[in-house]
C-alpha cells in the first residue's frame, strides 16, 4: 500500500533468560506503578527507534495482533535473545491483563500499537463508537505502558471504509505477508511460510496469543537473518520515507522508484509543463497505491474471507481468545 518503506524491527530467537527477565520486568511494573512521580529520564524510559536507514538497508517488520496473552512475555524473551524488535498490534481488553508484559514491550523498544478495543468490524459501528474502541485502547496502552501513546493503529481484518478512516484518526497499517497462523496453529507452518514470503520491506502478520506462533519466531528470526533482512519495527520501517498520514493504510514499505527512464530531456527546468509536479516526478506518488499485489491502502493484501488477520473462525471461534 502505500507507500514506501518502513522498518521494523525484527525477531529472532532464542527462548532463554526467562525468568530472570520476568522477575526484572515485574519488578519494573511494581516501581512503576509505586512511584507516584517518576523521575524525568529514569532508567526506565523506553529506548526510543534505532536509527535504521529501510531506505538503504533490507528490513522488515515483524507484527503481532490481538494480544497481549499468556503467551507474550515467551515472545518478549525471544526476542530479546535475538536482539530483535517487534510491532504488537493490542487489543484494549486484553492490555489490562498483562500489564508487565505490555510495560516490558515499552521498556525493551518494541513498538507498541492499537488494534481496536474489542477486535469488532469497526465498517459496522457508528463513527463515535469507532473512536471509542480507539480511544480506549489508546488510554489502555499508555497506563500498562508508564506512557507511550501508540501512533500506528490496524483495524481488525483490515476492515476499513472512509468514514472509518477518518474516525480512527491514526495511520493504518495492514500487512504484506500473512502467515494464517490464528488458522493452522502450526509452528512448522509459520516458520516456513514467513520466511519464504518475508521480502524487503515487507510487513508480516502474526497472532502471539497462539502458542504455535510464539513457538515459531526464533526459527523466524534466524531465517530472516539468512536471507538478509533486519527486522524492525513498523515505525522504524518507515521512519526515512514520507511521514505515515492519519486516514491512509500501509501495507509494506515499497522499494525506491527505478531511476526514470529516459525522457526528452528538458533543456531548463522552466519548459516543463506546468501540469507536471516539479517535486514528484521521479516517485510514485506515494502512499496511496502499491505496485502489485500489495494491498491498496484500504484492502489488505490477503482476501479478507481468508481471514487476513485473524479472522474470527466461525467453527470453533475462539481464533483470538
Ligand atoms: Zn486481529
Redesign the pocket.
Known sequence: MAALLTGAVGLTAVAGCGDSRSERAAARGRAVVAGQQPRAKAPDAPPGPRSIDCGKVACVALTF??GPGPYTETLLNELHAANARATF?M?GENVGHFPNAVHRMAMEGHELAN??WS?PQLTTMSSADVRSQVQRTQEAIRKASGGVTPKLM?P??GAVNKRVNSAIGMPEVLWSVDTLD?KYRDTARAEKVAVKEAHRGGIILF?DIHKTSVAAVPTVLDGLKKKGLTPVTVSELYSTDKPLQAGVAYAERMPPAPPKPAEPVAPTRTVRPPSKSPTSSTRPSSTAKPPSKSATPTQPAQPREAGG???PATADGDT?H
Do not use: A, C, V
Open positions: 495482533d490481538d498490534f487489543l488494534h481496536s477486535h490496524r481488525p481484518y490464528w497472532h488477520e485473524g479472522q483470538r
